[in-house]
């Protein structure tokens, strides 16, 4: 009885949590100045700017510094920043960006095309992670003057546009960084950059200060004196000081879910589960398809059965994560259900094929051992393992679980050392993106992190990937991406479990701190502080 | 105290056993760090949350992992005795700033905590012995063995919701108000506002286990027949226990600091955790789980370092405490 009730009660206590964050984060009232903020984090960022290394840590810090051509409302539709509008050629691969004059570097100098060209030229095409592939087809990028910036592709590039954030593609000055190594160069430290807030001090392992901007392009704004980013490792401490006010801003999930509902009980502290849509983060399995088994489509089939992902959903992320339909998320505007089969709970079917499957259960009414590999990056991770041993143990299969550090983790599975992983990917906001790199057969890559680690190679899918990657008619794009997602759910290399909602708990004095979709990265030019 | 012919060569021959102790610590850290599946790189390749091959070959090359493992060592042990640290490509600095960066706080912190627990050590341990078997004796028992069996962590949380989130008086972290721009005097008192917290969770665990043993050597030690020979002569209790007992009953209490002084370093982990304080353990921590080998060599280098001095200084209070040990 209490069993049943329990979920039950949870459910109702969260239905009141959302009710609550619907409303957040929207400016009532007239903007304020002065003030500072202090935002918490459970790392210290490894350097200041993103242009190399795309940590989370690191990119809350940055993107107050550092801008980029474009950002993103919350429909990722993009907005002008450093471009103050731009064009693209009905072929796409012409694309024309005006950029806004009189911005300067916080050291003064004036901010022109020459530093766009050099940024993509020297740091995104070369040195950025994911700006090797979205610059690719970039053949030359003209400066007619000292505002126009003009990129000239070998082939389209659709996904282009949705890259231009301050997260993912910053602008940097040419004058301090050009003819020296970028990555080792000391200004990633102390950076430079044209944004709303200027870099102050770095205490290491306690605090980053950052001062008002005082000649910011936006005038009037920033309207906060200063922001500090606290470094505070423990959860518990963190949960502490968002409770006591110290801190006023916590973001990608400062504290554990379960700790949510009690500090957002509190009168001061609220949530919002906006901000993220630019991540899409999801939360999957991961399938070595040379395992024995698991090769067998049907094995997968009926552990994608054996699964009640609503259950994982409402009481192990605590209704932060919703059941997800397909390798696309849903806030994507190329996600669709249509034609896209679906594997609902059911333990019955999963027992019946597996015996189709000739899979006798045997001793200990196991059918087959496997192990499923996972780093504790969140707490909430481990415990959905427990419950997935649990249930696969139901039908039959015996899971072993292994639970390792990340850096183990990221060697070990994208060495095909592994039967089943967990671990949450950001899909981004184009597909191409964030999702082929999963499924394409040319990404089976031993030993580079998050590729096709599955070893899963279907010539369709291949296709309709490589195809969408250069498709410029956004309606052709979408039916190419609908047959991706209907093979990949029908084939099942990856078993993608839910879309989560990522949490910000934020004190309620704070005002305009989630604008756009990718809301932690956010410029906080607009951001105030109520008395 | 006079310096002896003996403590020149005592020192001259510990410096010496003390160089190969050294080189065979930053081997073995060498070969076992790097032996930990999953490199710097990984990490790196994790966070960005994509990478292309090309992109993780470029890494591996620039911090020099696509060298044979040997060529690897070959080359650290010889910045090493160049006194040169290497580079921390995580943090994108020398690891010798690095660490000296964080070492004041940890100095700070450690220093506190274990002259506040040697304090409640001999405080509690000897007015134990001094009540052997009676209530008050139980009553440090018990103390004792809360504060023993409870975890440093745990502790410093209770700590920070009681004094910092009910009643507000201490700040919940960090080591100083960040912006405040004070100085001097003001400076020091906000400091050690911050630092009252940290080094009562982490002091407490260690009084207890000085508690233990003061009570257990002063109990030894007030059997003996000087103790008995001078309470015959009739002077005071307080100078028996004082001037008599205490300064022998010190020496395995010396013995035990001198050793958890360098588990100090790496037990504050938690407590700085916690706190958020900006200290060593913390730094050290992070490198392993970030395989920034550079940095947690040097790390571990420096604490080595620390407990070879740390030994010595002891060795030479022995001395000191008791004319009777020669040192050879």
């Known amino acids: 009885m209490t069993r049943l009730a329990l979920p039950a009660r949870l459910t109702a206590a969260l239905a009141t949590v959302c009710l609550l964050l619907a409303g957040a984060g929207v400016a009532a009232s007239q903007p304020r100045a002065g003030g500072t903020l202090t935002i918490v984090q459970g790392a210290e960022p490894a350097t200041l700017v993103s242009g190399v290394n795309t940590s989370t840590f690191i990119g809350t810090v940055s993107t107050k510094i550092h801008e980029g051509l474009l950002d993103y409302d919350f429909d990722l539709k993009p907005r002008a920043a450093l471009a103050e509008s731009w064009t693209v050629a009905p072929d796409g691969k012409t694309y024309t960006f005006k950029l806004r004059r009189g911005v300067t570097w916080h050291d003064g100098k004036p901010f022109t095309s020459a530093d766009v060209k050099f940024s993509l030229e020297e740091v995104w095409k070369k040195l950025h992670p994911r700006g090797r592939v979205t610059f690719a087809k970039v053949t030359a990028v003209d400066t007619p003057d000292a505002n126009t910036v003009v990129l000239r592709l070998s082939e389209a590039t659709p996904m282009l546009l949705a890259a231009l954030s301050s997260y993912e593609s910053q602008v940097f000055p040419k004058h301090v960084y050009e003819g020296k190594d970028f990555a080792t160069n000391p200004a990633t430290n102390t950076p430079i950059g044209t944004g709303p807030f200027v870099f102050k001090e770095w205490k290491k392992g306690d605090y980053i200060r950052l001062e008002k901007n005082p000649s910011y392009w936006d005038k009037g704004k920033p309207y906060l004196d200063a922001i500090v980013i606290r470094i505070i490792p423990d959860a518990a401490a963190r949960a502490a000081a968002l409770e006591k006010g110290e801190v006023q801003l916590g973001v990608f999930n400062p504290v554990p879910l379960a700790d949510v509902k009690r500090l957002t009980a509190l009168p001061t502290v609220k949530a919002e589960t906006r901000g993220y849509e630019y991540f899409a983060p999801m939360y999957m399995m991961e399938v070595n398809l040379r395992a024995e088994h698991l090769k067998d489509p049907r094995v997968r089939h009926a552990i994608m059965h054996a699964l009640d992902r609503k259950f994982i959903a409402d009481n192990i992320w605590f209704g932060f994560a919703r059941p997800a339909t397909g390798p696309i998320v849903s806030s994507s505007p190329f996600y669709t259900t249509q034609g896209v089969p679906q594997y609902p709970y059911d333990v019955a079917k999963a027992n019946a094929i597996l015996d189709e499957a000739g899979l006798k259960r045997g001793a200990g009414n196991v059918r087959f051992k496997t192990s499923l590999t996972f780093p504790p990056v969140q707490p909430e991770i481990p415990r959905t393992a427990e419950y997935i041993k649990q249930a696969l143990g139901r039908v039959g299969i015996e899971v072993e679980l292994k639970n390792i550090d990340i850096a183990t983790f990221i060697r070990q599975v994208y060495n095909w050392e592994f039967d089943l992983t967990q671990n949450y990917l950001y899909l981004l906001p184009d597909p191409t993106l964030g999702v082929q790199r999963l499924y394409i057969s040319g990404n089976i890559k031993k030993g580079t992190p998050f590729a096709n680690a599955a070893g899963y190679e279907n010539k369709d899918v291949d296709a309709a990937f490589g195809a969408a990657q250069t498709e410029h008619d956004q309606g052709k794009r979408k039916e190419l991406f609908a047959r991706a997602q209907r093979l990949i759910a029908e084939d099942l290399p990856t078993f993608n479990l839910l879309e989560l909602s990522f949490v910000t708990l934020y004190n309620s004095k704070l005002m305009n701190h989630t604008m756009g979709a990718d809301g932690p990265y956010g410029s906080f030019r607009d951001t105030y502080l109520l008395p | 105290m006079a310096a002896r012919p003996g403590v020149a060569r005592f020192l001259a021959r510990r410096l010496a056993q003390a160089v190969p102790t050294v080189l065979l610590i930053v081997v073995v850290n060498f070969l076992v760090l790097h032996l930990t599946p999953g490199d710097i790189v990984d990490v790196l390749a994790g966070e960005a949350g994509a990478a292309t091959p090309e992109y993780v070959a470029m890494l591996r090359e620039r911090f020099g992992l696509d060298r044979p493992l040997m060529s690897q060592l070959g080359s650290y042990v010889w910045g090493v005795a160049t006194l040169d640290l290497g580079h921390s490509f995580r943090h994108n600095t020398s690891v010798l700033r690095l660490m000296l960066d964080r070492l004041p706080a940890t100095l700070i912190l450690m220093g506190s905590s274990l002259s506040l627990a040697v304090a409640l050590g001999v405080v ?135 050793v958890q002084l360098g588990s100090l370093l790496g037990g504050s982990v938690l407590v700085e955790s916690v706190f958020g304080w900006p200290g060593l353990g913390r730094l050290a921590f992070e490198a392993v789980q970030q395989r920034d080998y550079n940095l947690l060599l040097g790390i571990l280098l420096m604490s080595s370092l620390l407990v070879i001095a740390v030994n010595l200084l002891i060795d030479l209070l022995y001395a000191v405490l008791d004319p009777r040990i020669e040192l050879a």
């Open chain 2, 124 to 258: 509690f341990g000897v007015t134990a012995a001094r009540h052997v078997n009676r209530p008050v004796d139980g009553a440090i028992g018990v103390m004792v063995l809360l504060s023993y069996a409870t975890p440093t962590f745990w502790i410093g949380l209770m700590l920070i919701v009681l004094f910092s989130v009910k009643l507000g008086w201490l700040p919940t972290g960090g080591m100083m108000t960040i912006g405040a721009g004070l100085a001097g005097p003001a400076k020091l008192i906000d400091i050690v506002h911050h630092l009252i917290l940290p080094a009562a969770s982490l002091a407490l665990f260690y009084a207890a286990i000085y508690t233990r043993l003061m009570r257990a050597s002063m109990l030894e030690v007030s059997g003996l027949d000087y103790v008995r020979t001078a309470r015959a002569k009739g002077i005071s209790e307080r100078r028996v226990i004082y001037g008599h007992a205490l300064r022998n009953a010190l020496l395995p209490l010396l013995t035990v600091v001198g």
